[in-house]
């Protein structure tokens, strides 16, 4: 025993690290060891004691057995001890899964529910932030086990500020879990506690604000490639089955209904039918192969773990979205208070309300408030627009400018008249969509049913329609395309599809500029706040067209050298080619020809755009269409030179082996296969341009006269 006590604690941990359970508890129980020493075994930064330690390294059966040996009960030391961090043992392994060392814990000491730590945190709320479901119905259910009152139980769902600010709001386990991404927790939370489904955190947010406020946990917020595209529309539901409609009033009008197969209610109160089995057993060999499939391929395991984090956020946005008060808030004197537009004269306001910016920092990111990150003409308006605001958005407007098109759908079926809601600026639905350039949610609400002459002729509180918004580039995170000219496309496209919806007087609507002290038209607006990006977008369009010009002017150089200098050689006679006969060499004149010509093309194509003036104008679609005819006579030189390349080396090589004539076309191609790759994300780019100047060619051809002389020629 002896030599035992003089273990040196690096052992001891190494053991407890290894789960030697045996050496572990014959070192901690040493009879001539007292209680004081037990707390200490092991020093650590945080204070932890031996019982800390083996929770934090998953040893459970260590930790167990520890427990079992205790005395139990407020009095035992072990049991009680926090750590620095002011964690019990009851803390530490709520942020596991050891449910079974809680239950043992519990009966030992059921005090330990109630000790809150340096947070002010109960076990409960552990639970939850760190997204232990199971431990979290443990917790919970031994909370309203036993809860004294209303008062006790708001302490563990909504722990008080620090000692230093013990009255301060925090947030609440709901916000907590929701915050975390655990989606599914969060709607059990919900379900379980009502009441904190309208209460707010330290920002004044509600769990549905909070969770308005990340795109990224919807399908709408996550942008995918192609194939990733159809693996997440291939991916099935595993937690849903498909059932016959039978006593159920879940869905109305469904001819089938979805049901929870981890849902005990639903379970509960039916049995599935027979005649459904198959389907099931179907649906259980589908998933346990998509499984086995995803364990072997990382890419498809993460889309199918999206899927379901998607569609668990989504189910907690309607239980959310159904239980929501904010539109009660919204009277008669609100709208009429907000519908002010303030005169032209006025000065915009100072920034002295520091906790507008905080949550506004927190919520839109610092980006959009620093005027280093916006173009100019956007600081001054965002600063007006803060100085404004007392309370966070609703939560339709926080989606509308994340772009959450789950939640916007959804609060509008629930709420239809939402869509007219106007918000302490002024603003609606509309202005909040292009101000954030959420073309989707604003299409979404031009195409309603619902009449919106309101919604477009709405003028905000700085007397600006969503035509001038469309010039604010306070909020401007970024176009959805690559390349400053093409994000200066997207946005006169902006302005386009805008004005085509106002009405017509709208566009010389006047709203007054603090910064250049004058009336602007939203035109005028609109080009002084892009003349950053337009500066950019001609540095970048001129480097671009020089370079593809110089490759151009290569390429005719070639193909003009080439004609001149036919395989095979002259006949010193006459001077016709000497292969003038083999089909190859007509491939190689023709491939030739059009290599030239096609380069030429692209050549003029190219230098056209260098000898533009490079207006503003200019980037909706002449310059963007000069420039994709040039990258396809580039592409279509490239492509035919290589043609030629292959056809001469067939003249040269004379070979009947159909495996070497593969391996010649194969290698002649390759810089065509990848130049092609590499630039069919400009031309997917530019498809807006393609559309266009496919359209104008239809309105200049005569399709009429087309169509009846083909019509004649086919009678004759």
Not at 82 to 110: F, I, W
Not at 113 to 141: C, H, R, V
Not at 576 to 601: E, G, K, N, W, Y
Request: aromatic share 8%; hydrophobic share 40%; with cysteine.
């Amino acid at each position: 025993m002896a030599e035992n006590s003089s273990i040196n604690p690096k052992h001891l941990y190494q053991s407890l690290k290894n789960g030697d359970k045996a050496k572990v508890m014959e070192y901690c129980y040493d009879k001539t060891r007292s209680d004081e020493e037990r707390l200490k075994l092991i020093p650590t930064v945080h204070d932890d004691t031996i019982l800390h330690l083996a929770i934090n390294m998953g040893q459970q059966d260590i930790a167990k057995e520890i427990v079992k040996r205790c005395s139990g009960g407020s009095n035992d030391k072990l049991l009680m001890k926090k750590n620095a961090l002011g964690n019990t043992v009851l803390h530490e392994a709520a942020a596991t899964s050891m449910t079974s060392l809680v239950e043992e814990l519990l009966r030992k000491a059921s005090d330990l529910l109630s000790i809150s730590n340096n947070k002010n945190e109960m076990p409960l709320y552990t639970a939850a932030y760190y997204g232990q479901t199971e431990m979290f119905k443990l917790l919970a259910d031994e909370v309203d086990k036993n809860q004294s009152g209303n008062l006790d139980l708001d302490l563990h769902l909504r722990p008080r500020g620090r000692k230093t600010n013990p009255n301060k709001v925090r947030t609440t386990i709901l916000h907590a879990a929701i915050h975390a991404e655990f989606f599914e927790l969060a709607l059990l939370i919900a379900k379980r506690y009502m009441q904190l489904v309208k209460k707010k955190d330290e920002n004044r947010l509600t769990g549905l604000q909070l969770l308005s406020c990340n795109p990224s946990a919807f399908r709408s917020g996550t942008k995918y490639g192609p194939i990733k595209r159809f693996i997440y529309s291939c991916a099935p539901n595993e937690n849903v089955i498909m059932v016959k409609n039978g006593s159920h009033e879940h869905e109305e009008a469904d001819e089938y209904i979805f049901s929870d197969l981890g849902d005990e209610e639903n379970t509960a109160c039916f049995k599935m039918p027979q005649s459904q089995t198959c389907t099931y057993m179907n649906n259980r060999c589908t998933i346990a192969l998509r499984q086995a499939i995803s364990s072997a391929w990382g890419t498809m395991k993460r889309i199918y773990g999206d899927k379901k984090r998607h569609e668990s956020a989504f189910k907690l946005a309607k239980l959310l979205i159904a239980a929501d008060f904010s539109w009660d808030s919204i009277g008669v004197q609100d709208e009429i208070a907000s519908s002010k537009v303030t005169a032209a004269t006025n000065d915009a306001p100072s920034l002295d309300r520091k906790a507008d910016i905080d949550w506004i920092e927190a919520l839109l990111g610092a980006e959009a408030l620093s005027g280093s990150g916006a173009v100019s003409g956007g600081p001054e308006i965002a600063a007006s627009s803060m100085s404004e605001l007392h309370s966070p958005p609703t939560p339709l407007l926080l989606a509308t400018s994340h772009g959450i098109l789950e939640i916007v759908d959804e609060i509008l079926k629930v709420y239809p008249l939402a869509v007219e809601h106007i918000s302490e600026k002024g603003q609606n639905l509309l202005h909040v969509a292009v101000l954030h350039r959420q073309l989707d949610v604003f299409q979404r609400v031009i195409r309603m049913e619902s009449p919106k002459s309101r919604l477009v002729r709405r003028i905000d509180n700085n007397g600006f329609t969503i035509l001038h918004h469309v010039g604010n580039m306070a909020f401007y995170k970024g176009s959805t395309q690559p390349g400053p000219a093409l994000q200066l496309q997207e946005e006169l496209e902006w302005f386009e599809i805008v004005e085509q919806v106002i009405p017509p007087h709208y566009a010389m609507q006047l709203a007054w500029n603090e910064k250049e002290q004058k009336n602007e038209t939203p035109k005028q607006y609109f080009r002084r706040t892009h003349g950053e990006l337009l500066k950019e977008a001609q540095d970048w369009l001129k480097r671009t067209a020089e370079s593809c010009s110089t490759v151009a002017g290569l390429m005719a150089t070639v193909a003009f050298a080439a004609a001149f200098t036919v395989p095979g050689g002259n006949d010193e006679k006459s001077g016709t080619p000497l292969l003038l006969h083999s089909p190859f060499f007509l491939v190689f004149i023709i491939t030739d020809a059009l290599s030239l010509a096609s380069s030429l093309t692209s050549l003029v194509m190219f230098l056209s755009i260098l000898t533009s003036p490079y207006e503003i104008d200019d980037f909706r679609y002449s310059l963007p269409r000069k420039l994709i005819l040039g990258f396809t006579f580039l592409f279509f030189s490239v492509a035919v030179t290589m043609l030629a390349f292959a056809s001469a080396l067939m003249l040269t090589i004379s070979t009947k082996k159909s495996l070497t004539t593969t391996f010649i076309y194969c290698v002649a191609f390759l810089p065509v296969t990848m130049f092609a790759l590499l630039q069919f994300p400009l031309y997917v780019a530019f498809k807006t341009t393609l559309l266009y100047s496919v359209q104008a060619i239809q309105s200049v051809l005569p399709w009429h006269l087309i169509s009846v002389g083909f019509s004649k020629l086919k009678n004759n």
